[in-house]
């Protein structure tokens, strides 16, 4: 079946700019999660979903970035007035549930570049 | 708050070598830990998980790890390893209330020459 797609695959955008990122995510999965890779660096968890409900938002940098999803379904990203320090690799994954062994499947990722 | 390291940023190996990939995670209650690989070009997957049971995981491609709770460890192993094992090897820990919320660690760059 289909795996967790994301788009754009990659995005340039100016400093002060606001991007969208957006993932969808395996069909029938409830729970859904942002990372955000940033070079020679781990994941960093940014926020993720049960349903619509978004539990834990704590990730999230700064109130620049928000993220909502609808009909348990689709996921934005959303970045406003980006700075360069938001360049990295925007990872989105799936799974079927939110309990805590639940294996998350991983998209491509969209890699985001601030000039 | 939960943290994870690994110790080891970036591994070379010849075929056939052992590998052990070193992960620590810092949390004091029941965790559920997680190594997932990124091969050249595709997509983070599972390798193995280890959420209950049996501390001793095996995975897919020969891969192994052992959870050892005193020592709040989940080293990742292969006896044997091959030149399509070379990845980046990312350990994650799940905690407690934070059922959502996975921390990874820094990665390891794992090269093996053929």
């Known amino acids: 079946g289909a795996g967790v797609s994301q788009s754009p695959s990659n995005k340039v955008t100016e400093k002060g700019k606001d991007v969208e990122l957006r993932c969808d995510p395996i069909?029938?999965?409830?729970?859904l999660y942002w990372y955000r890779q940033s070079l020679g660096q781990g994941l960093e968890f940014l926020i993720y979903?049960?349903?619509?409900?978004?539990?834990?938002k704590s990730g999230l940098p700064s109130d620049r970035f928000s993220a909502e999803r609808t009909g348990g379904s689709v996921s934005t990203l959303t970045i406003q007035r980006t700075q360069q320090e938001d360049s990295a690799v925007y990872l989105c994954a799936s799974s079927l549930g939110d309990r805590g062994w639940e294996t998350q499947y991983f998209g491509p990722g969209t890699r985001l570049l601030v000039l | 708050a939960q943290s994870v390291s690994q110790h080891n940023h970036h591994v070379i190996l010849s075929e056939a070598a052992s590998l052990e990939l070193g992960c620590n995670y810092s949390y004091g209650g029941t965790v559920n830990l997680f190594w997932y690989v990124q091969y050249p070009g595709q997509h983070l997957q599972l390798l193995l998980k280890y959420f209950s049971g049996d501390p001793l995981v095996k995975g897919i491609k020969g891969f192994e790890a052992e959870f050892i709770k005193s020592k709040f460890s989940f080293n990742l192993r292969k006896p044997s390893v091959q030149w399509s094992d070379t990845a980046e090897y990312f350990c994650?820990?799940?905690?407690?209330?934070?059922?959502?919320?996975?921390?990874f660690g820094d990665g390891t760059t794992l090269t093996v020459k053929p």
């Open positions: 994650a820990v799940n905690a407690g209330s934070n059922a959502g919320k996975s921390t």
């Open positions: 979903f049960q349903g619509n409900s978004a539990p834990d």
């Open positions: 069909s029938g999965h409830t729970a």
